[in-house]
């Protein structure tokens, strides 16, 4: 043993040398919440309190807003064994604290609250949202005597799937309450159960060739010598302490370098609708702003600019909170686009409008603009993508989906990806193949070793935190990351941004990958719901007509740009990955067809009133790329109409000369057959067929 790992413990105690088995065992059951709980460090953590708090709920209150649940009156007394439902319904319930005396230096107060899993939002002495639970996160910090409203919704993590989770969900599903207890947690006590527990990890994970775990497991037995010998007195937990510390600030090296990220994706509709996804993006980025509140030492990324608006809408106080954190630096907008878009299914020009009005968002909100594309969930990449984002100055990819591959792995993690006209973007697959890590020892081990690019790179990606409503990172995995940071024998951990690690990338002698990014799974969703993807198509084929109509129509007849940018919001929502693909529950696809008869009801309404122009002289619209010939019914019969590519010009009429019933001979001498449906010409070049139009004084050729 060198002298500096003979350092790490003072005057140890003599004692034969110790079986790895049997030492790893002893601090296993030293921190287990199961066995020897009378004895052990974990026993010693939290401490029940007998006060209880006091309960009540509203069962006829219907609203999100809190500042009408304020105001409520008529409540009633509810216990714990209370049952909530339906699925989806929303269900507030009011708190009031004991008074509870403690030295808030040394313990904690803890609310400990559960509703078999369902998650809630909880507001502390405040109209602003707090923090979310769920089955992933059940305690909320508070003080003595203060005031808490919880907003429960009758919906797990993932929906609610009958006998499975992506199965239709159980309507009449309900929700218990199983938790509304107050504890105390010993700061001292839970902080080395941190330690105990990852120098534990490192043991299970690491071989026995490694010299780290055999100084694990030294310092472990020693720590709990320690604790034992010194009767867990406050002395014994500072001793203990600065043992763990000097251990896991042993010297990481460099070769290695891990860029840690709190993230939360958060799909926004999927086995839920899009209405409770407004609710899960309250939840969770509420929690991760208290987190950094706290003093936690993190940057915490967030993609889907849709999300950012609903918080504006229906959060407002929340929104300027995260918008002070933005300018911090900790908080970080990545991706630009408003969702996190399909890319096979829709047109470039739609990609080209997520980034337009993703941007446009960002840079009139807080400020920045976003040069990566952020998709970790997308259900493989379109060819053109790299030219698309190119032209729309971003320049950096990030995604793991492939990661999924059933048949062939993906030969890289960092790379350049090259589009089919040449444009190429730098790309990074973080090879820990989540955006959901815990920082465990066994996610970072899996993240160094499973990089494909060693020698090329040294810098990789490690996104932390639970997503779809599980609150992102929490206190837990943030400490982990202050231990893990700096240890000799495993990767060093820094908390960089987005821009910052792709920045460190471009250092790198990089491969390329040329063409679409083929995703081997999920094949299904491009044959699936028809009706969504024909309704995104003609969508956006009327976006196209609607725009370049009113670069010609009277100014009084214009649609504003608030109304072209609703339009195409819309359409791009629902180009979410798991919408349009097909890929969410039947009361997705009903509120998707909602938006699309919506749309075409818009869409009318503003195509009416620019065809109804003061001047009766005919104009001709033609808003594609290629020449157009059409017959169209008038007030003086049928008229074949032509029109040049991307053009606005009076008509060129060829007279019609009836044959017989529904067959028309032109002067040209090409035959034209008619009926209510359809107009068909033949002439030397080609044969066409074109749906009647209308008399009309802005003929519009469709």
Not at 106 to 120: F, N, R
Not at 202 to 222: F, P, Q, Y
Not at 226 to 246: F, N, Q, V
Not at 402 to 419: A, E, V
Request: hydrophobic share 35%; aromatic share 10%; glycine share 6%.
């Amino acid at each position: 043993m060198d002298s500096k790992r003979q350092c790490l413990i003072p005057n140890p105690i003599a004692v034969p040398q110790k079986h790895t088995w049997v030492t790893s065992e002893r601090i296993e059951k030293y921190i287990s919440n199961i066995y020897f709980t009378d004895v052990n460090l974990y026993s010693r953590v939290d401490k029940a309190i007998d006060q209880v708090p006091t309960m009540h709920t509203a069962s006829s209150l219907k609203t999100d807003a809190i500042t009408e649940v304020q105001k409520f009156k008529d409540w009633q007394p509810i216990k714990v064994g209370q049952a909530f439902g339906p699925l989806w319904s929303q269900h507030w319930i009011k708190m009031d604290i004991p008074s509870i005396e403690h030295d808030p230096n040394a313990t904690e107060l803890l609310l400990l609250w559960d509703v078999d899993g369902a998650e809630s939002l909880v507001y502390v002495n405040s109209s602003m949202p707090f923090q979310g639970l769920s089955c992933k996160r059940k305690e909320v910090p508070i003080n003595s005597n203060d005031s808490v409203y919880i907003q429960v919704s009758c919906t797990g993590l993932f929906g609610a799937g009958n006998n499975g989770m992506i199965n239709p969900p159980d309507e009449n599903k309900t929700y218990t309450l199983s938790s509304a207890k107050l504890i105390l947690r010993n700061r001292m006590a839970h902080g080395l159960l941190q330690d105990l527990t990852v120098i534990h990890d490192i043991v299970k994970e690491l071989d026995s060739k490694e010299t780290l775990k055999h100084d694990a497991l030294l310092v472990g037995n020693e720590i709990i010598n320690i604790l034992t010998l010194g009767d867990h007195s406050p002395e014994s937990y500072t001793r203990a302490a600065e043992l763990a510390k000097k251990f896991f600030d042993s010297g990481a090296s460099d070769r290695n370098m891990i860029h840690a990220m709190g993230h939360c994706h958060i799909d926004s509709a999927w086995l839920w609708p899009w209405r409770e996804t407004v609710r899960k993006v309250a939840r969770s980025w509420s929690t991760t702003l208290s987190l950094l509140e706290q003093g936690h030492n993190f940057k915490f990324t967030c993609s889907q600019v849709v999300q950012y608006a609903w918080l504006k809408e229906h959060y407002p106080e929340l929104f300027e909170k995260m918008k002070r954190h933005i300018k911090k630096g900790n908080f970080v907008p990545v991706g630009g686009s408003w969702v996190e878009m399909d890319t096979n299914v829709p047109s470039s020009e739609s990609m080209i409008r997520q980034f337009l009005y993703g941007q446009k968002f960002y840079r009139e909100e807080f400020g920045v603009f976003s040069n990566i594309l952020w998709l970790p969930d997308t259900f493989g990449y379109s060819g053109q993508l790299p030219q698309i984002m190119q032209q729309c100055g971003v320049e950096f990819f990030l995604s793991q989906k492939l990661s999924w591959n059933l048949t062939n792995t993906f030969p890289h993690n960092t790379f350049y990806w090259k589009g089919i006209d040449g444009s190429r973007v730098l790309a990074h697959f973080p090879p820990g193949d989540t955006y959901e890590s815990n920082v465990t020892v066994k996610d970072i081990l899996k993240s160094a070793r499973n990089n494909k690019d060693q020698g090329r790179t040294h810098d990789h990606m490690l996104l932390f935190g639970y997503g779809d409503g599980g609150g992102g990172p929490t206190s837990d995995m943030v400490e982990r990351l202050d231990r893990l940071q700096n240890v000799k024998g495993l990767p060093r951990i820094v908390r960089t941004g987005p821009t910052e690690f792709f920045e460190t990338l471009e250092k790198g002698l990089l491969c390329e990958w040329w063409g679409e990014l083929y995703f081997e799974m999920h094949r299904g969703t491009y044959t699936t719901h028809a009706k969504l993807k024909e309704s995104n198509r003609r969508c956006e084929f009327q976006m196209t007509d609607l725009e370049f109509l009113s670069a010609i129509a009277a100014a009084d007849k214009l649609p504003t740009a608030s109304e072209v940018e609703q339009l195409w919001k819309l359409i791009l929502f629902n180009q979410f990955h798991d919408i349009l693909p097909g890929s969410s529950i039947e009361q997705v696809f009903k509120d998707a067809v909602h938006d699309y008869d919506n749309f075409a009801k818009e869409y009318t309404m503003i195509m009416d009133r620019m065809r109804d122009a003061d001047d009766n002289t005919p104009v001709v619209v033609n808003p594609y790329n290629w020449k157009r010939a059409q017959v169209i019914e008038t007030d003086k019969g049928l008229r074949l109409i032509e029109a040049q590519p991307m053009s606005a010009t009076p008509p060129k009429q060829i007279d019609v000369v009836p044959d017989k019933a529904g067959i028309f001979k032109l002067d040209n001498g090409n035959t034209c057959m008619c009926n209510s449906i359809v107009n068909t010409f033949s002439s030397l070049s080609f044969c066409l067929s074109v749906p009647l139009s209308p008399s009309l004084k802005i003929i519009f050729l469709l």
